[in-house]
T-cell receptor, first 111, second 114 residues
Framework: ELKVEQNPLFLSMQEGKNYTIYCNYSTTSDRLYWYRQDPGKSLESLFVLLSNGAVKQEGRLMASLDTKARLSTLHITAAVHDLSATYFCAVALSGDDKIIFGKGTRLHILP | EAGVAQSPRYKIIEKRQSVAFWCNPISGHATLYWYQQILGQGPKLLIQFQNNGVVDDSQLPKDRFSAERLKGVDSTLKIQPAKLEDSAVYLC????????????FGPGTRLLVL
């Protein structure tokens, strides 16, 4: 059974700092997604990672994937208040269509 | 390009009543997903369609939940009868195909069962 674990679940940090959110999964996967969700809103796709060593960057966010370690990271550089949200990773089983979400990381960036 | 549309946005019902949600995916998207998101948790996939066929419904409580996607476009999700624990946000998403593609989420339907 595929399990997806994110840590930390809650993160409060100051503007200008760097931090990393971790996403571990338990079985072989061929697709990993990162989403952002603002309070009371729907999910917004940030990144889709498809292969080992994949790295994608958008603004202050950078995501990477290590399929051998079954680990993805979402790195935040020089955080700003607008990045406050809940971030989810989601993993798809290899050769399957089922997508399992982590519990999310609630990020609060203090001005 | 229009996004994923869902209706209603909010629904309040009493337990044992029935309720239906509607989703219109992005034009041309073959894959449609229904998720249940309970407050404070990540979304849980209920059912996935490829065109009008079911790809995965392993986490759909089939004794009370049903879904269809006639003609491979719009989809409806029904709960009959509803239970208190069904209170959640029901999210519809679509993607161009099953593999690799980004999922685009609708605004969701917030259901409260009293």
């Amino acid at each position: 059974e595929l399990k997806v674990e994110q840590n930390p679940l809650f993160l409060s940090m100051q503007e200008g700092k760097n931090y990393t959110i971790y996403c571990n999964y338990s079985t072989t996967s061929d697709r990993l997604y990162w989403y952002r969700q603002d309070p009371g809103k729907s999910l917004e796709s940030l990144f889709v990672l498809l292969s080992n060593g994949a790295v994608k960057q958008e603004g202050r966010l950078m995501a990477s994937l290590d399929t051998k370690a079954r680990l993805s990271t979402l790195h935040i550089t020089a955080a700003v208040h607008d990045l406050s949200a809940t971030y989810f990773c989601a993993v798809a089983l290899s050769g399957d269509d089922k997508i399992i979400f982590g519990k999310g990381t609630r990020l609060h960036i203090l001005p | 390009e229009a996004g994923v549309a869902q209706s209603p946005r909010y629904k309040i019902i009493e337990k044992r009543q029935s309720v239906a949600f509607w989703c219109n995916p992005i034009s041309g998207h073959a894959t449609l997903y229904w998720y249940q998101q309970i407050l404070g948790q990540g979304p849980k996939l209920l059912i996935q369609f490829q065109n009008n066929g079911v790809v995965d419904d392993s986490q759909l409580p089939k004794d009370r939940f049903s879904a269809e996607r006639l003609k491979g476009v719009d989809s409806t999700l029904k709960i009959q009868p509803a239970k208190l624990e069904d209170s959640a946000v029901y999210l519809c998403a679509s993607s161009k195909d099953r593999q690799q593609e980004t999922q685009y989420f609708g605004p969701g339907t917030r259901l409260l069962v009293l």
